[in-house]
């Protein structure tokens, strides 16, 4: 093509068309990449003052500035006079094959962002959930690590966290310890009792409100079983649990109160 023949009229009428609508969307993009700076640095606040957790709010935040950032492209994009119905479809076709492919990272990814924001638990609760009874070591986005009992790592995934039952046993700050201890059908009542109780007055970790109570609770075939229930603080359960087990055994038997036992009879036959 002869460019010298081009009119141009034609010429200029083409770079008016266009040139108006790349300044169009320089501008737009200019005031578009302004807002989204606003946008996330209101979101950022907003997050600090609701605690969120670090490693959330920079997720959420990156995930929102490119969502944005996006939306911003494709609107420059319509501006110069790109078609952007089909780029829209394809990124939505993207969008739901990435959904179908990983939904079960989606729905951990989902439960992380329910525990992060509405917090049931927290480092350093003890908890029980899926089976699993330990401390909560770190809530990541996908997965919950706990430190068992017995000091195993234990990784929940948080979409199964989240919707489970969890049990919390450091959010009330106390717990009550419940113990059965069962003595014989001879033994008084009113003196077993008294001694159960300066047991569980007498040991220092035993909290006075609520106050321990002890209490005939059954009956049964060889024993008269006492619930006997010590309050303490949270971190303290198992510390009163085995020392307040030790120290009953030690006081019935220096009171003389019988702890029932099975025993056996052997019957040697004479030939």
């Not at 737009?28 to 609701?50: D, F, P, Q, S």
């Not at 119905?85 to 990814?109: D, H, K, M, R, V």
């Not at 075939?221 to 949270?234: E, I, L, T």
Request: glycine residues 8%; proline residues 3%.
């Amino acid at each position: 093509m002869d460019l010298e023949n081009i009119d141009t009229e034609k010429w200029l009428e083409l770079a008016l068309e266009y040139g108006l609508k790349i300044l169009g969307a320089i501008v737009i993009w200019i005031i578009g990449a302004w807002v989204i700076k606003k946008l996330i640095k209101v979101t950022r606040k907003g997050m600090e003052k609701a605690n969120y957790d670090a490693s959330l709010q920079k997720f959420l935040l990156n995930l929102l500035s490119w969502i944005l950032k996006i939306v911003l492209i494709i609107v420059v994009l319509g501006t110069v006079g790109v078609e952007t119905t089909s780029f829209a479809a394809i990124l939505a076709a993207a969008g739901l094959a990435i959904g179908l492919a990983l939904q079960g990272s989606l729905g951990n990814f989902a439960g992380g962002v329910l525990l992060m924001i509405f917090k049931p638990i927290k480092i350093g609760d003890l908890i029980e959930a899926q089976g699993e009874v330990g401390v909560v070591k770190e809530i990541e986005i996908f997965t919950t690590k706990l430190t068992g009992l017995s000091n195993r790592e234990i990784i929940i995934p948080n979409g199964a966290l989240s919707n489970g039952n969890i049990i919390n046993y450091t959010t009330e700050g106390t717990r009550r310890v419940d113990l059965i201890i069962g003595v014989g059908y001879d033994s008084d009542i009113k003196k077993t009792k008294d001694v159960l109780m300066n047991v569980l007055k007498s040991h220092p970790k035993v909290i006075e409100t609520p106050e321990p109570t002890v209490n005939v609770s059954e009956l049964a075939d060889s024993s008269v079983n006492f619930a006997v229930r010590p309050w303490c603080h949270a971190e303290d359960y198992w510390a009163v649990y085995f020392g307040i087990t030790e120290n009953v055994k030690i006081a019935l038997d220096a009171a003389g109160i019988d702890i029932p036992y099975p025993h056996q009879v052997h019957i040697k036959k004479e030939a």
